[in-house]
């Protein structure tokens, strides 16, 4: 099934149910966006006092907006403490998934992914942190004016439809790469200046060697490419320890291949101006 037509169906059902529309975004905090390295926001996520705490109504696992500050700096988080397992998981639409896992450990995982292929800034800074007497994953908050599904009922469009096409790309191929089986449209946060960040990993880094939607690889990021070819799964096993074993990385390594060599194969077919950029 294409993307779009998954987006339709998606902002369909979303809008029976009268959920997502309801939801209103809001800043991280107030001001300006501090200017800091990524080690520097993980030092503050992991190191700054909760002043304040809010359950959010949006996602399944109804994660908390926590507001942190080390006495200079007051900026909000993601906390994410769901980890669940099942042998066999039936779920609303008839399907069934085996070994079914939904965990805050993906989210660091993913992060710790997208660092290695050069996509860390399109996802935001996630440490692992116990609150309120919970282990969970802690991600910085990313100031968002609408999520993919708002954009669409609002029939809003980029000023700069290349940059925005590029973006969603590059989210497209690290879809296939973590194999999300819960890649749903909210989970796509645009800023203001319309800046693309992708968030909520938890059902990802499934056991499967083969892509979850192959025809989603249509053109792809020259250096996203190369750091694909490069991965090593020592390399990943070291980064990810302990939120990934060793048959999800495995399984991970198995579809850098596929993706890989899906992009090969469209360079021979169109050539390499038509897909890589």
């Not at 070994?99 to 996630?126: C, H, Q, W």
Request: aromatic share 10%; glycine share 4%; charged share 25%.
């Amino acid at each position: 099934m294409s993307y779009r037509r998954r987006l339709l169906i998606f902002a369909a059902s979303v809008c029976l149910a009268s959920v997502c529309l309801a939801q209103t975004p809001s800043p991280g905090s107030s001001g300006d966006e501090p200017n800091l390295t990524d080690e520097q926001k993980q030092q503050f996520l992991l190191l700054a006092k909760v002043v304040n705490s809010e359950r959010l109504g949006k996602g399944v696992t109804h994660p908390w907006r926590l507001t942190l500050s080390d006495g200079q700096l007051t900026h909000d988080a993601a906390f994410q403490a769901v980890d669940e397992y099942a042998p066999s998981m039936k779920f609303t639409d008839g399907h069934t998934e085996l070994n079914f896992v939904d965990s805050y450990r993906y989210d660091i995982a993913g992060y710790e992914l997208a660092k290695l292929v050069g996509m860390n800034d399109m996802i935001p800074v996630t440490v692992e942190r116990n609150w309120n007497g919970q282990e969970g994953a802690l991600s910085w908050w990313v100031p968002w004016k609408w999520d993919e599904v708002m954009r669409y009922h609002q029939n809003l469009h980029p000023p700069d439809p290349d940059t925005w096409d590029k973006q969603m790309y590059k989210v497209r191929v690290f879809d296939q790469l973590i194999y999300d089986t819960d890649p749903n449209m909210t989970n796509i946060l645009i800023t203001a200046d319309w800046k693309i960040w992708r968030i909520d990993f938890t059902r990802g880094f499934r056991l499967h060697h083969d892509l979850r939607d192959p025809k989603d690889l249509v053109m792809c990021d020259r250096q996203l490419l190369e750091k694909l070819r490069r991965l090593h799964s020592g390399t990943v096993m070291k980064v990810t320890e302990p939120y990934l074993n060793k048959s999800e990385v495995k399984a991970l390594m198995a579809r850098r291949d596929k993706i890989v060599a899906a992009f090969q194969k469209l360079v021979a077919q169109k050539g390499e101006a038509a897909v890589l950029y």
